[in-house]
């Protein structure tokens, strides 16, 4: 039975959310059937658009002045942390309560392309951004102040990736500067190298888990298409293409077992979205 379950399984076409959208998006989720899809306006805001489950809402403004891509994630329910990189280079923060908005955090630094985010418990935070070096930093939050920055080395292109799919555990990835893309992870107590998995990127990746030990990969491929890479907790897959043609970097969350939702600027400035389920 879960083989043929498995077996139906497949992804959707390309679907046109609208919106008017001026850098890679991102996306999470609190829930299953939940989804909450944040862009840069062509105002530099960041505009918020989301799923509940049944229909999509119409565009909010969350106000800022951001460069490049936000990120975004949720450790809980109802429960949204927002990033971008300011018009100072400094990494800024809003978030969702379950209630309201609240306004920007000015977190400081100096990057030099849009951040990434992930959790891997409640009120737990890491953030990750490419520095003025070139090489990737680290800052989290423990759930009462935040760190300082931690230099975690290489050199990459464009705004990295980071997703967690267990307690302690943290998957980052990155272009380089050969355009391939590269890998380094937190196993709960210490921070690997960096993995080469090769590939032709033209943009920053993106990255969902939908269980443990499970990474899907989502890159901008030469062609502008949308190109695909999974660990299925023993080995890589190769690349598979999933079409489209868009701009700068995709966004993918998980938000259920063996599910994938994917977002992408389309080539007319459009929010796109395409699924695994």
């Not at 990127?201 to 993106?206: C, E, M, Q, V, Y």
Request: proline share 3%.
């Amino acid at each position: 039975m879960q083989a043929e379950v498995q077996a139906e399984r497949r992804w959707s076409g390309w679907e046109d959310l609208g919106g008017a959208v001026t850098a890679g998006p991102a996306v999470s989720s609190w829930s299953a059937n939940r989804l909450d899809v944040f862009v840069r306006g062509t105002d530099s805001a960041v505009w918020h658009k989301w799923w509940n489950g049944v229909s999509w809402s119409g565009w909010e403004s969350l106000g800022g002045n951001i460069i490049d891509n936000p990120a975004a994630v949720s450790w809980g329910p109802d429960r949204i942390d927002l990033f971008g990189r300011g018009t100072n280079n400094h990494l800024w923060h809003k978030w969702w309560n379950g209630s309201s908005w609240s306004g920007w955090e000015d977190l400081g630094g100096v990057i030099t392309a849009g951040p990434a985010v992930s959790s891997w418990a409640a009120n737990r935070l890491d953030v990750f951004v490419k520095g003025a070096d070139n090489h990737l930093w680290h800052k989290w939050w423990n759930g009462s102040s935040w760190s300082g920055w931690e230099d975690l080395g290489g050199v990459i292109i464009d705004n990295p990736a980071a997703v967690s799919w267990g307690p302690g555990r943290i998957d980052v990835f990155g272009e380089g500067t050969d355009n391939h893309l590269w890998h380094k992870w937190w196993n709960g107590s210490s921070w690997s190298g960096w993995e080469d998995l090769g590939g032709v990127i033209t943009a920053g990746p993106a990255v969902s888990s939908w269980a443990a030990n499970r990474l899907d990969v989502f890159v901008k491929g030469a062609d502008n298409h949308l190109w695909h890479k999974w660990w299925n907790g023993s080995s890589w897959s190769g690349w598979e293409d999933l079409g489209g043609v868009f701009l700068h970097n995709p966004a993918a969350v998980s938000r259920g077992p063996d599910r994938i939702d994917v977002f992408v600027e389309g080539t007319d400035n459009d929010l796109w979205h395409k699924r695994w389920s």
